[in-house]
């Protein structure tokens, strides 16, 4: 890792044991994108999958190492990036403890997440402090690796600002100029930092509407049959939509035609099967490659890296602590 390129922390929760096409578009490939010339740490939030623990509680240490398997194979470079799993680093529970005392109530209550979180939750289930500070945590996260950007899907983007808010408010109390104002980093590719689900919805786990890049090229084949198209198309020469139809706004992603294809499909000159087993297709061949690796990393492989992760992620993070302790003239 080269230390003098800018640094950038990158994170996901762990709320699954599997990766999705939409997460890989709107996160882990701009991830990829950057790991060329940045010193990257990504962290897979564990503690973040806590706070919103449904009946039973999930195995979330086998969910965050298929996820790091799920990275591996989309291309995330373990040379190149420090793939670590959150409470393997203790110091992020250390420095959320202490930015917890630079954090607002008020703020915190005001989070719109929180409150939508708040009124998901089953009327048997508490409110948690835990789901409260998660927003303290998440800037304990960014801060402790003082870094200078971090990359965000769009749905994240606002709590970038209370964590900077929370940086500036310690820098103030103790007259230093510690934690950077860091840069948001969002992708500006629409198509893909909102990827539609199956059902035109938002393709997210919680709608089971995703294409999973851990799954079978006969089950993506399956799901692409069944998916959403224009629905006033009932036979071949009638015009699609392709703005509303799901089949279409994949083939724009990973068709080299697909503007043509999108013509067709306006004018009636092409079927919905047409555009489905076209997009299996190619599909499935872009997945292959990923699929391919993911099936040889064994759990020996992603132990090895997650370790060289925890390490590099820890040497830094321990040098953050010590400097923290310092200001704050802790013993
Ligand atoms: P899910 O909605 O399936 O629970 P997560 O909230 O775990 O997904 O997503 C993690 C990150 O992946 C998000 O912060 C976002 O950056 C990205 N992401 C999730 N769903 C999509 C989508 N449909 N299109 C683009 N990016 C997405």
């Known amino acids: 890792m080269n230390a003098e390129r800018p640094r950038i922390l990158s994170g996901a929760r762990a709320s699954s044991p599997r990766i999705h096409i939409g997460n890989y578009e709107g996160a882990v490939k701009p991830w990829i994108d950057l790991q060329d010339d940045h010193e990257m740490y990504c962290m897979i939030a564990d503690y973040h999958g806590l706070t919103t623990l449904g009946a039973t509680p999930p195995d979330l240490g086998y969910w965050s190492r298929e996820c790091a398997k799920d990275f591996v194979a989309c291309g995330l470079d373990p040379e190149k990036c420090a793939i670590f799993i959150q409470s393997r680093v203790p110091q992020h529970a250390e420095l959320h403890l202490i930015l917890s005392m630079f954090t607002g109530l008020g703020k915190l209550e005001r989070v719109p997440t929180f409150k939508e979180k708040k009124d998901n939750l089953g009327s048997d289930q508490q409110v948690s402090y835990g789901l409260l500070g998660y927003p303290v945590l998440q800037s ?15 749905d994240q983007a606002a709590h970038l600002e209370l964590s900077r808010e929370i940086g500036r408010s310690f820098n103030s109390a103790y007259g230093v100029d510690y934690f950077p104002d860091f840069y948001t980093i969002v992708s500006t590719d629409e198509s893909r930092s909102t990827l539609p689900g199956l059902d035109m919805r938002k393709m997210s ?69 047409q555009n489905k087993r076209e997009l299996i297709e190619i599909l499935n061949e872009f997945l292959r490659p990923m699929r391919e690796r993911r099936a040889q990393i064994d759990d020996a492989e992603i132990e090895r890296i997650l370790a060289d992760g925890t390490e590099r992620a820890t040497d830094f993070a321990a040098q953050t602590m010590r400097e923290v302790r310092q200001i704050m003239r802790l013993a």
Not at 140 to 154: E, T
Not at 245 to 269: F, H, I, K, M, T
Request: glycine share 8%; hydrophobic share 30%.
């Open 205 to 273: 786990k919680s709608y089971d509407n995703c294409i999973y890049i851990n799954e079978t090229a006969d089950e993506t084949a399956k799901k692409i049959m069944s998916a959403f198209t224009t629905p006033s198309k009932m036979k071949l020469s009638d015009p699609g939509i392709p703005e509303g139809c799901a089949v279409c706004q994949y083939l724009r992603l990973y068709s080299p035609n697909w503007e043509s294809q999108w013509n067709e499909d306006r004018q009636g000159l092409r079927g919905c099967v």
């Open 140 to 154: 304990a996260d960014i801060l402790l690796y003082r870094p200078f950007g971090v990359p965000v899907g769009k």
